[in-house]
Structures are given as structure tokens and as C-alpha cells.
């Protein structure tokens, strides 16, 4: 099927002339990878060489050979297996949009030279990417997370998106097997990339070779997975530094390496990122009015319950007074104080209401006086 494919594309090249010539990969580990090699004319092979050599014109050449719309060029050979190649070069300062169908299309410098002219270390090679080829954005450990299918790169949304799948993701990335202590960002840290998210939730064990032997979800709703949401890996960093707790959140790293942020009060979320619900933040504008109409409403309630207070004990204390201005009675004595008193009987003057009267009649009363105990022990009061 591969062979179909590039004896097709290498077809337009000849339909096309402009000196065509058809172009084959040799000395790579893979089908997708080595120097080229041109034939002109069916029968002269050639190579190019590396002179201005760089991905735009690997990309049109791995399209060319049907492996895809995207490549890495390499110049010299020490990536390839020369094999001790000796022959000519055909052409060089190959300068391609990236966009064309081969490298006919693209402005070019024709020319056979003997090999020492363009020795073996300038020979052009390029890489050409297959699905689940995986290219961070920054640099050779830390980046965006970008995955090569159907010929183009998507991003990978950062739904369920961890450090397992980040240490799986540096592993494919670097293809060294070793443990790498890699942390997840997510929330586009890395920038927001273009195209298509492609992937979410990855869902990785940490011991997997490459993301293709994962479980995920292609193609996400593009609602719940936008750019912002693209998915990165550090692959050395400390999780603390690479991405920090938001809003004051103080960040612990565990023992199996894991962060976890402890949120400031009013914030919640993996990085303290969002506002706690039903709670309030003292530092925002939101949170300020909440206070405030909680200091109103409590400061009514109080007054209120003080008047409430307040009227009541007069109503009682109203009432009370009314009771004791109808029913006292004001004994005054006529005789001698107690102090003074040796007798056993004495009348008293009895005196009612509001207004004071004095009672027509004498009331007489009986009362047994201890005088020594300055006490009186009332038996009977008769009238």
C-alpha cells in the first residue's frame, strides 16, 4: 500500500516535468525516516544537499513520499546510516511554503556535482511524523502536548489529563524507558495551540511506552474542549514551580510526587483557581458587598430585638405597678414602736388607694412581740 502510494505521488512529479525526478528515503531505522534519495530521469540516483535545508521542505517531501503533511528535516548523515555512499549530488537551497504537493513545486537549485563537493555530513535527511508521533511546543521537556494523526498535529485536552499521563507523555516524547518524575499542566500554560484538540481523557497507568497504549477519547466536544483547556507536561520539573497554587494556595509536593494545592478560604479547585461556592472572597468587590449586607442584616436583627426588649418590660412593669397601686395597704401605727411597745394589743390607723383615705372604722389586731429577738410573730390579725 505504501509502495502504491509513492509511486502515485512520484507520478505527478513526472506528469508535471520541471525537471522531474522521483525521491525514495534510505539509511532510517523506519519506513518514515533516512537521507533522500533522488532518481532522475528513472535512471541517475542523486542525493540533495542539506544547503538551506528545513522542515518546510521536509514536509512537502514526506508528503511526496505519501508519509503524511509534516516532518523534521535533518542535515548530514549521522542521524542516518550512510553506508559509504558515493555519487552525486542533484540538487540544493531547496526553498519551499510547506504547503506544496512535491518538491518539484518548490524553488530549487538544479545541479549534478560529485559528492566531495557536498561530502556526506551536508547530505539533506528528514523524518517524516506517523500517527501518535507526539512534539512538545517549548523544548525537549516541557510544552504543549501536540499528537500527530491523519496527517495533521492536534492538541489533547487536559479533561482527566495527570501525571501519569505526563510521565507516559514524556517517555513517547524522549523514548528513554527510565522513570522521568514528569508533572501535568493543563489550562493552555503553555499557550493555546491551533487547529484541533484531538484527545481527552487520557487515562494511563504510568507504565505504558507511548499515549497510543492508553485509553482515551478522540475527538471531544468542542464545547467542553476548547484551546484554553490544552493539555502540557514538564518532564523535569518540580510540580510547585511548573505550575503554582492561584490565590495564595500553598503547595506540598506527596511522597509519590504528586502536588496538591491547600486552597486559601473562599477558593477551591486543583490550583485554587476558582471561587468557592457559597462562600465569598473578603479581597473581591463580590465579597465586600456580601460582607456588608451581612453587617446590615445583623445590626437590624440586634436593634430590633433591643426595642422588642425594651417594650416589653415596660408593658410588664406597667401592669405590675397598676396591681400594687389598687391593693396596697399602708399601715401606720399609733402606738409606740416596737422597740418602745410592752403591751399586747394597740390599734393602727389603715390607710388604702391611690389617694391615701383614711379608713372610717379602727381596726384592732392581736400579736404576740418578742422583744427580745426585735422579732413579732403575727397569730391573728382580726378586724
Not at 512520484?10 to 534519495?37: A, H, M, P, Q
Request: aromatic residues 10%.
Amino acid at each position: 500500500m505504501r509502495t502504491l502510494s509513492v509511486f502515485l505521488a512520484n507520478l505527478l512529479v513526472l506528469v508535471n516535468g520541471k525537471k522531474s525526478f522521483t525521491i525514495s528515503l534510505r539509511g532510517g531505522e523506519t519506513d518514515y525516516e533516512g537521507f533522500i534519495v533522488t532518481l532522475t530521469d528513472s535512471k541517475y540516483e542523486g542525493r540533495i544537499c542539506d544547503y538551506m535545508w528545513d522542515d518546510k521542505d521536509a514536509a512537502v517531501a514526506c508528503r511526496q513520499l505519501g508519509l503524511g503533511n509534516s516532518g523534521i528535516a535533518y542535515v548530514g548523515s549521522q542521524n542516518f546510516k550512510f553506508s559509504g555512499w558515493q555519487g552525486r549530488i542533484h540538487y540544493y537551497e531547496f526553498d519551499c511554503n510547506g504547503d506544496e504537493e512535491n518538491l518539484t513545486k518548490c524553488k530549487n537549485e538544479s545541479v549534478v556535482v560529485e559528492a566531495q563537493d557536498c561530502p556526506g555530513a551536508q547530505v539533506a535527511g528528514i523524518r517524516c511524523y506517523k500517527d501518535y508521533d507526539i512534539h512538545l511546543s517549548e523544548s525537549d521537556t516541557e510544552g504543549r502536548v501536540e499528537l500527530y494523526m491523519d496527517g495533521n498535529w492536534v492538541t489533547v485536552c487536559d479533561e482527566g489529563w495527570d501525571d501519569n499521563d505526563a510521565e507516559v507523555a514524556c517517555r513517547h516524547f524522549t523514548g528513554r524507558s527510565e522513570q522521568t518524575r514528569a508533572v501535568a499542566v493543563g489550562k493552555a500554560l503553555f499557550g493555546e495551540g491551533t487547529g484541533t484538540v484531538g484527545f481527552a481523557g487520557f487515562k494511563c497507568n504510568g507504565s505504558e511506552s507511548n499515549l497510543s497504549e492508553c485509553t482515551y477519547t478522540k475527538n471531544p466536544d468542542s464545547e467542553l474542549c476548547s484551546h484554553q483547556r490544552d493539555a502540557g507536561v514538564d518532564c523535569q520539573g518540580d510540580a510547585c514551580s511548573s505550575q503554582p497554587c492561584q490565590n495564595n494556595g500553598r503547595c506540598q509536593i506527596t511522597n509519590s510526587g504528586n502536588r496538591v494545592c491547600t486552597c486559601d478560604t473562599g477558593f477551591e479547585g486543583d490550583l485554587c483557581e476558582a471561587e468557592a461556592q457559597n462562600s465569598y472572597n473578603p479581597s473581591s468587590p463580590e465579597g465586600t458587598r456580601q460582607l456588608g449586607v451581612v453587617i446590615t442584616i445583623t445590626i437590624v436583627v440586634c436593634l430590633v430585638t433591643f426595642f422588642l426588649f425594651v417594650l416589653i418590660s415596660y408593658m410588664i412593669m406597667k401592669a405590675v405597678n397598676r396591681d400594687v397601686d389598687k391593693n396596697v395597704v399602708v399601715v401606720i401605727p399609733t402606738a409606740p414602736s416596737v422597740e418602745q411597745m410592752d403591751m399586747e394589743e394597740g390599734e393602727v390607723d389603715m390607710y388604702y388607694g391611690d389617694d391615701g383615705d383614711k379608713l372610717d372604722e379602727t381596726r384592732s389586731y392581736h400579736t404576740d412581740i418578742d422583744i427580745d429577738e426585735n422579732r413579732w410573730n403575727e397569730e391573728q390579725f382580726n378586724e
